[in-house]
T-cell receptor, first 109, second 113 residues
Framework: GQNIDQPTEMTATEGAIVQINCTYQ??????LFWYQQHAGEAPTFLSY????GLEEKGRFSSFLSRSKGYSYLLLKELQMKDSASYLC??????????FGAGTTVTVRA | GAVVSQHPSWVICKSGTSVKIECRSL??????MFWYRQFPKQSLMLMAT?????????EQGVEKDKFLINHASLTLSTLTVTSAHPEDSSFYIC?????????FGEGSWLTVV
């Protein structure tokens, strides 16, 4: 099984940076995903890490440390539209995705 | 545009009836499809893994006789909620895998009244 932990809520101001941490325990790690989900909608893919290190994609970056069972999603130059839930998901060798409970990010003007 | 399509997006059904939700991969053949359920303000919970031509593998606690999954082709999987009850009201989302990539459908809101 797996145990995925991430903070419940975070608040930041427009233009700022926010870092969402995720810790996990899994028996067969095969990649870590970050998804963005707006209320009432399906998740949309943000990033994927399978090797240690930082993956940068525009305003969003994701970091992974497999030995520590740790990842973070970094959101830079926050915009109001970034207010959403951010889901950390761990993929196992059978390609099943297990999701954390999600972090609700609120961006204030 | 969407590469995985779910239908219907919204459905309301009476308690005791059955409802079918379709998940289609539009321009690729999906090796595997997954079905998730999400209650309000909760995360996605995997219900079952569906492989074409074989029986679905259900997660612990998910009743296979209540949530019937059929994966008749490499582009279509269906989830039928049988004898639906109000507590089955939820957001149901499918995803489809091709190679290392997983695409999510748009989700289907089910309300049982």
């Amino acid at each position: 099984g797996q145990n995925i932990d991430q903070p419940t809520e975070m608040t930041a101001t427009e233009g700022a940076i926010v870092q969402i941490n995720c810790t996990y325990q899994t028996s067969g790690f095969n990649g870590l995903f970050w998804y963005q989900q707006h209320a009432g909608e399906a998740p949309t893919f943000l990033s994927y890490n399978v090797l240690d290190g930082l993956e940068e994609k525009g305003r969003f970056s994701s970091f992974l440390s497999r030995s520590k069972g740790y990842s973070y999603l970094l959101l830079k130059e926050l915009q109001m539209k970034d207010s959403a839930s951010y889901l950390c998901a761990v993929r196992e060798r059978d390609y099943k995705l297990s999701f954390g409970a999600g972090t609700t990010v609120t961006v204030r003007a | 545009g969407a590469v995985v399509s779910q239908h219907p997006s919204w459905v309301i059904c009476k308690s005791g009836t059955s409802v079918k939700i379709e998940c289609r991969s539009l321009d690729f053949q999906a090796t595997t499809m997954f079905w998730y359920r999400q209650f309000p303000k909760q995360s996605l919970m995997l219900m079952a893994t569906s492989n074409e031509g074989s029986k679905a593998t259900y997660e612990q606690g998910v009743e296979k006789d209540k949530f019937l999954i059929n994966h008749a082709s490499l582009t279509l999987s269906t989830l039928t909620v049988t004898s639906a009850h109000p507590e089955d009201s939820s957001f149901y989302i499918c995803s489809a895998r091709t190679g290392n990539t997983i695409y999510f459908g748009e989700g289907s809101w089910l309300t049982v009244v």
